[in-house]
């Protein structure tokens, strides 16, 4: 069944989809047209699952299950990205590079591959404190504390490391 996102408990899973790019306004409502089309049909086993959908900053697709109800199956959780796929197909994005990072400067995001932002720490146009998106968080709880992180606090922790500090 398709709920709120906003109401959906704090223990709710959560898979993150990053686009390798911000969406046009347009894309946006396509994103939310697909996804409300295809989430009143997830199910697990044959059981309704408890779902929602969140897109924040237009570039980042939340999907979230209740699983206190029932859990997410591998084979749901198959359909689910079959139909991420699809979106990101039909919009001509890649929602599946875990190798972009994406982080924050002025309240706007900047996506980039993983030397591209090696570069940017060596320019100190990114610093230690520069916000990075965590995509690993699992829970939609951890959406507030968790996955906009300092980037010292993320695996890209080592790309500020100095000799001296070895």
């Given at each position: ?6 109401k ?27 996804m409300?089309?295809?989430?009143p ?7 309704e ?6 897109l ?8 979230a299950?209740?699983?206190?109800l ?10 689910s ?9 039909l ?16 309240d ?42 300092p ?7 080592k790309?500020f ?5 070895i």
């Amino acid at each position: 069944m398709l709920i709120d996102f906003n109401k959906l408990p704090d223990t709710s899973r959560i898979w993150i989809y990053q686009a390798n790019r911000t969406l046009t306004r347009d894309e946006v409502q396509q994103v939310k047209s697909h996804m409300n089309a295809f989430l009143p049909t997830w199910k697990s086993h044959g059981e309704e699952i408890n779902v929602s959908m969140n897109l924040a900053y237009n570039q980042f697709l939340v999907l979230a299950v209740d699983e206190s109800l029932t859990g997410a199956s591998g084979c749901s959780i198959d359909s689910s990205v079959r139909a991420v796929s699809a979106l990101g197909q039909l919009l001509n994005v890649d929602f599946f590079n875990k190798l972009n990072i994406a982080y924050l400067q002025e309240d706007k995001v900047y996506t980039v591959s993983v030397p591209k932002f090696k570069e940017l720490v060596v320019r100190k146009e990114v610093t230690e404190n520069t916000l990075v998106f965590n995509n690993m968080i699992t829970k939609k709880g951890d959406l507030e504390k968790q996955w906009i992180i300092p980037a010292k606090d993320s695996w890209l922790c080592k790309y500020f490391k100095t000799e001296s500090s070895i």
